[in-house]
Every structure is written in structure tokens, then in C-alpha cells.
């Protein structure tokens, strides 16, 4: 009996921390989504030095505080799950322990020299900003076109890559390390940063011919850059159009349950009932 | 009979001013279009220092001329319209007042030493070119597929801002105060800069680390700059066809339900039936 | 009969110059595209310091003679045309002109120190690359694309503009002359390189706000760039579509000739007749 | 007989070496993979500075063995084709050729002054990398897509050439060799750096009226990087939709001559004829 009120215990929080169709749920929902926002807001924050001199005591507090709510509602999340190994290496499971545990390592281990370096740890805790992601929602297609066109991607990515690599080695050869192309990776990260139109300029071709091959890359840039727009535009319309077939006006059969699409068909296609007029 | 009168003469500047169908409406918007433009000008040119020394009396004798000016519409719109409160408080209202007053709080409150902070108020006044949107009409369809594809873009800035903030704080991690990023929000401007193939080059990765991730954000950067396309372009031409789809008006035949969409049809394509002309 | 004698040189003339199906025809428009490229690269080697003080007379002889082949095609053109007026004033006519005269104008006008400024006049010669637009012939619909979404870029490029204007604004408030944004229309310009992610980095926001906002405006632009993309885009799909749609085998009525597409139609929609089974 | 069995050995290793179905021909793809990346990460290392004083030894030993492995490998494809010939002169024999030989040669040629320019030549090694395309194979439709729009893309290139000349023209006589544009091409140069929205920032218009230019070329830009986006979109919707419509087997009624699209259909939808099944 006891044993049943325990578990009725359980199963209320666990549809507040879960569940997010009723009121109690979504108003945990939103909480969440706050904190987790502010706890992102504080860690960025207190990487701004002037900031961070100015209101050191209030940001430690506050962090403080974020992490105790966060280990609370971590081991909440524990305790009320039927399979909690099932909640604990989960996507999320492992983002959440590991955004709450680095404030705690921060203490154990002592010795402010030391601490300097484990403070970066606690920045990790900006993966927390993951869990937002549960409000998107499933329902955009995006998600989908992204998928369909995975393989195109990567083939686009993959002959991206060979590219680069060998205009790279051509501009080091030209330009070489008295024009900033100090290497073959340094110069392959200024063709990418050229192909993809970033173009920081940190580094920039200085003789004649090494301003002539960049303005051929930036031009296979300018047309590689329609390449994977084309190819998510492509499945994008795709899908659309797939999925709104489904919509258009479905007859079935009586005879043979076949579908019927076609919306000019008199007989079933399969078994060649005559089909009644609509 | 004189309020006849005088109603009389509102509607006649209501008809000018509001109206764009009649020849003096056509000619009251072009003049003030042409103001309109004349005063951004003029706003613009005060604040180039060189230009302001040589020109400061007529460009501020000018600015006067044109506060005055829309003083003047301003309150004959509020004089000829049935509700002014409408108007007022409409969109376009609450600018022409925003682009009216800031010229007159620049001599109320005198002080030379507290002009030149007002003097930024007036630069509000550029707002007034917010008037010439009334002139785009809302004809075209680039809005709607904005609209229509509203929630998606929301998702995919969403998504980018996570993205941001996470590559951010790992370009902090591994570049660091040393190499220019100086803190989180400053690396999370760093990562937008590069996601969006703008590129300043105010900072940019120093160590071989810090350049392979930058590499890999421009990759993405690169590959997702195709998804907003992507959906404006679907959205832009599925919002053509059903368009096109709708002016088209279908019949259906009476006797074999066939869709005819030839608007010149007599008789239905698969029966032979002679069709009613509508 | 020497009047016919002369009109026949003059036809054959005609032929060479204006035909391009005759063999010398094609010959004399590849000789010419030769010799526009040749003077187009001379035009630009004689810019460069370096090789203009090594090869100074080469090039002046060479652009001598490249000019005085213009003017005798030119003479030819006006000679060998039936209406010498419309060649004229057409738009590959003032371009002939144009490219022609500079370089004479330099030596009529004498003086050393006069010709360092008319030099820059003969550098209007590189229009007479325009010609060279002769050769792509109107056969692409990239043009028709364009064209159709002609009124679309237009009220686009207003909005963008409208948009620079204000958020420049914003920034010159916010970073002032300090950092860099020196006046409005220099801070206008900073938004649209930062609007179109060009990105020079010759003005960058140094201020906390000042990155916020201008973190907002790539993110605009990132989204905005997808409007111009996607109606060129749908335009291009839609004309295609259109032209393709002409090629579906069409079959005619016999009796009334009117255009049968539906190729399920065993009647003619428009007279009713029974039409032959294909 | 002693032939025979010769021809088997060569056989076997033909198998091996180009074929890619038998578990030993994909065993050897595989390592040849590694091996080729491995290769071009020690040619890339190698180039870096401070990598190569380090670990000189190791590097140059594992060029060695790599160039010896290719050597064996290059020497086995002659040896067991039927026509060395083709192979040799094929794309990916020259490939293999160029990739082995520039480590010999810097062998051959002693002398440790022209070392240091033959070592640029090893470097032509990563050329080796374009083997790494014999695994994306030729499914995708990604190549087609880009291969249909060729002449548009070139027709479009070509323009922005022509364009990029006119306009760098004019920016050269509008900021001159005083504002770092020091001559034609170094101004073209960077029309094209601004065209493409790259904006290094190593040139930046500094006068009023050639940052007004510079934004008129921006917006252009912009205008004009939907064009080869709206192409390549285009061309791969259509050959996707093309290419399913390949795929379905379509039959015709010999009744009534309808089109049947439905692969399970027994009987015409419009007359009901019972179809041969197929």
C-alpha cells in the first residue's frame, strides 16, 4: 500500500517532468525553458572579464543555484522513470549530466592554479542549451528534405574537400609563406574560406597570378554554392508535392479496397468493378 | 450648412491626401515621395561631418522647411479623417509623428552641450522613409511566402542561434582571449559572422585547432545557407501554382464527374456529353 | 552601272561585317573577338606600373594599331549599312564609337601633364567589350527569367535598400564616429556589406551592442538572401515548365482544329466530335 | 601452358586491383583509400614548419614507402591489363603517374639549392587524391544536373567576367592607385572578390563615391548569385521528375487508348477493358 502511494507519487512528477500535455506539465516546461536560457545568459557572461570582475559573487551564486536545480531535477528524472538506465544514456540523459556535473568537479578538485583549467569544463555546461531543442518539435519537414538529400550532401561535402586540397597546395606553390600561405593546411583553410565567400582576409593572395587563380576559385565558389541550395530546394518541393498528393481526394474501391486516385476512373483499376459516380 | 461646407473641403483634402486614384492624390503622393527622399538625404548628409561644416545653415534651413511641411500633412490628416484616433495610432500615424517631433525637442530644450545627444533624436526622423513602403502595394507575393513560410524560418534561426552559441563557446575553448576572441558572446559573434559567410576578419582563428573547426562551421555554414532558400523557394513556387490553380474555374461533367479545366470545353473530353456553357 | 559595281562591294562588305553565317563572316567575328580581347588586355596591362614602365611601347604600339583597326571597322560599318543613322545611334554603335575615340582625343589635346587625365578617357575602351555580348545570342532564357522577375527584384531591392538605410542609422547611434562609423551614408554602407555578407572588415562593430545588433542584421540578410534566389529560381522552373508544356505532343481536331493536350480525350471538347484513337 | 598460368596469376591481380565486387578487390580499395589519405595528410604535414623540423625523419621514411607502394601498384596495373596503353594514357593513369614521380626525381637531381624548388613538384602528389573519386562512383545526378546548365553557366561566367572588367574599370578611375587600387586587373580582382560577396577587406573603397559604387556592385551581387541557384534548382528538379517518369512502365488501353500509370492496374479506368497482364 505503501508501495502504491509511492508509485502514485512517482507517476505525478513524472508526468509534470515529462508530460507536457497537462497544465502542470507545460508550466515545468516553460520554467525550464527559462532557466536553462538564463544558465546559458550567466556562463556566457562570465567569460566577459569586465563583467565578470564587476559581478563576480552574483554570477557564482547564481550558477550555483542553477546547478542545484538541475542535479534535482536530474535525479527527479531518475527516480520517477520505470527504466532509468533507459533516461540515463539517452541523448538527453547524457546531455544532462553533463551539463550539471563541471560545477561540481570545479570544488572537489582543489587548488585555485588548477582551477583555471577546470573552469572551461564548466562552460561545457552550455550544452544544456540542447535540451531546447525538445520544443521544436518533430512536426517541421525540414528535418526530412535534410535527410533525403544526406548522401548528395556528402558527396557535395567529400568533392568540396578534394578541391580544396589541391587549390590549396596550388596557392601554397604560388604564393608560398612569404605572402601568409605559411603551409598546405594553412592555405587549405584560406580555400575554404574563400570557396565557401567567408573570406576573413586575415590571409590574401598577393601576387598577380595568385589573385588570378582566387578569382577562378571564388567563380566555382559563386556556382558551387547552387549546388546543395538546388539539391535541398529539390527535395524540399519533393516532399511538399508528395505529401500533398496524399491530400488530394482518395476513393477506394468497394469491391477490392484498392485506392482509387485517378479522379476521372469509372472502373476499378484492379478488379474492373464500375465504380459509382460522384 | 457651413459644417456642410467644411465637410466639403475635408473631404476634398481627405480625397488628395488619403486617395491615390485621383490626379491630384497621384501628384500629392509623388511630392511627397520626393520630400520624403529629399529629407532621409538630407538627415544623411548632417551626419558626414565635412559636408555639415560647409552646409550646416542650408541643411538645417532645409530640414526646418520640411518639419514644417509634414507638421502641416500631419495635421491635415488628422483634421480631414472621420476617426483621427485611427490614424493616430495606426502604423504609419505613429511614424509620421516619430519623424515629425524630434526637429522641434531639439530647440525646446536648449544647452548647446545637451544638443548634440539630441541631435541623435532627430536622426529618428529617417524613419519617415517607412512612408514609402505605402507605395510597393501589397500586389506582390514575395510577402505572403515569407508569411507562409514564417514558422520554418523561426525554426532555422532558432536552430542557428543554438548552433552559434555551442561552436562559439568551443572556438573559445580552443582560440581564447589571446587570439581575439575575448569571450563568449564575442566567440558567438565570431561564429555568426563566419555561419553567414559575412567574414569581417576583426577576429579570426590563429591556432591550427581553431582554423579546422573554423573550416568545419564554413562547411555548414555553407551547406545550411541552402535550407532558407530552400523553403522560400518551395513556399515562393507552390504559392504560384495554387495561385495560377485558383483562377482557373473547373467543371465538373454531369455525367462522368471528369474535371474540365479548358474554359472553352462544350463537350466533356471522356463521355462525349454536351456540357452547359456558363 | 559603277553605282551597281560599288553597291555589290558594299553588300559583300555588309556580309562580311554584319553576317555571321557566311564562313568569312564567322572568320571576321572571331578575328574581331580576338582583337577585343588583345585591346581589352592591353587597356588593363598598361594600368600596372610595373609592366607599363618595362613595356611602354609595345603597348602604346599595339593600342595604336588595335585603334586604328577599330576606326577602319567602324568607317566600313557606317559606309556599308544602308541607313548609316540607326547603326549610329544604336547601342553597339556608341560603343564603337566610344571605344574608338579616347585614345585620339589623347594626343589632339597635347601636354604631358593634361594626359595623365585623359589617359583614364581611353580607359572607357574596355566598353568596347561589350561587344563581345554579340556572341552569347539571345537564345538562353536566362534573360527571360530575369525579365519576368523584373518588378519583383525591383520592389526587393527597394525594401533592402529602406532597410539599410535604417538599420545604418541604428549603428551610427550606437558605434559613432569612434569606431569607425564615421556618418550615416558610410554606416548605410556597412549595412549593405554586411546585408549582402561581403563582409570587408574595413568598419566592424567594436561595442557589445553594437554586435548584438549587427549579429541580427547577418542573420536578416542570411534569411533575406533566400527572396531573390527563390523567385529567380521559380521564375526559371515556371518558364521552363511553360516551354517544355509546348512540346507535349499536341493532336488537333479535324473538324473545328481546336488544340486537343488531354491525351486521355476521346472527344473533342470544344465541337463534340468523335476524335481517332492514336 | 606456362602462359596460361602467367595469365592467371595476371588475373587474379586484376581482379584484385580493379575490380571492386570480389572481398579482395574491396579489401584493397579500402587500404588504398588510407594509404592515398594517408599520403596526402604527410605531403600537407610535411609543408608545415614546425611539423617538419620535428618529425622530418618520420615523414620523409613514410613518403618513401608510400611512393614505393604506389610504385608496386602502378607497375602491377600495367602488368595486368590486356592494353597497358589505355590505362597509361587514361585520366586516373596519368594521375597515378604524376602522384609517384615527383619523389624520384628529387632524388635524381642532387644539389640542396634546387631541391627546394623540386620539392614543390612532390607536392603535385595530392593530385593522387583525385583516385579518391573513383568512390563516389557515377550515380549521383548531381553531375548531370551541373552538366545540362554547362552552357548557361558559362554564358552566365562569361558576363560576370565582362561585368567584373567594366566595373573594376570604373572603380579604378574612381578611387585610384592612392586608395590600393593600383591597377586594371588588381581593380577587377577585386569587383570579383566584391561579386561574390567573398570581401577580404585586403582592398576597400575608401572615397564616398567609390563606397556608393562598391554598394550598387554588392546589391548586383546579390542580385545576380540567385541566377546560377536558379539554374542548377531547375535543371535538378527536371531531371529528377524526368527520371521518374522514366521508371514508371507505362501501358496503353488497346481499347481506348488511356494512358495506365498504375503498374497494378487489371482493367482501363475509363472503359474498363480487362489488360493483359504482363
Known amino acids: 500500500m505503501g508501495n502504491q502511494r509511492q508509485n502514485d507519487w512517482k507517476s505525478k512528477i513524472h508526468e509534470v517532468i515529462y508530460g507536457t500535455h497537462t497544465p502542470a506539465g507545460k508550466l515545468f516546461d516553460i520554467a525550464l525553458l527559462i532557466v536553462i536560457v538564463y544558465s546559458v545568459i550567466i556562463v556566457m557572461l562570465e567569460s566577459v572579464p569586465r563583467i565578470d570582475q564587476k559581478y563576480h ?64 569544463l564548466r562552460l561545457l555546461r552550455i550544452f544544456r542549451i540542447l535540451k531546447l531543442v525538445r520544443f521544436i518539435g518533430e512536426s517541421n519537414n525540414l528535418l526530412r528534405a535534410l535527410k533525403a538529400s544526406r548522401t548528395k550532401i556528402f558527396v557535395f561535402v567529400f568533392f568540396v574537400l578534394i578541391l580544396s586540397v589541391m587549390l590549396g597546395t596550388i596557392m601554397y606553390l604560388v604564393e608560398g609563406p612569404e605572402h601568409g600561405f605559411n603551409s598546405i593546411p594553412h592555405s587549405v583553410y584560406w580555400t575554404i574560406v574563400t570557396l565557401t565567400t567567408v573570406g576573413y582576409g586575415d590571409i590574401s593572395p598577393e601576387t598577380g597570378l595568385g589573385q588570378f587563380i582566387a578569382t577562378i576559385i571564388m567563380i566555382v565558389g559563386y556556382g558551387v554554392i547552387a549546388v546543395p ?50
Open 229 to 278: 541550395t538546388g539539391i535541398v530546394s529539390a527535395e524540399y518541393v519533393t516532399d511538399r508535392s508528395r505529401r500533398k498528393g496524399k491530400k488530394v481526394k482518395e476513393r477506394t474501391c468497394p469491391e477490392c479496397s484498392t485506392i482509387i486516385l485517378k479522379e476521372d476512373a469509372h472502373y476499378c483499376r484492379v478488379c474492373g468493378f464500375r465504380l459509382k459516380d460522384e
Open 57 to 120: 559573487d552574483f554570477l557564482n551564486v547564481s550558477e550555483w543555484i542553477v546547478t542545484i536545480l538541475f542535479t534535482i531535477e536530474y535525479i527527479l528524472r531518475i527516480i520517477c522513470i520505470k527504466t532509468p538506465k533507459k533516461y540515463i544514456f539517452s541523448f538527453f540523459g547524457v546531455i544532462d549530466f553533463i551539463s550539471t556535473i563541471p560545477k561540481y568537479l570545479s570544488v572537489i578538485i582543489g587548488g585555485s592554479q588548477y582551477m583555471t583549467a577546470f573552469r572551461a
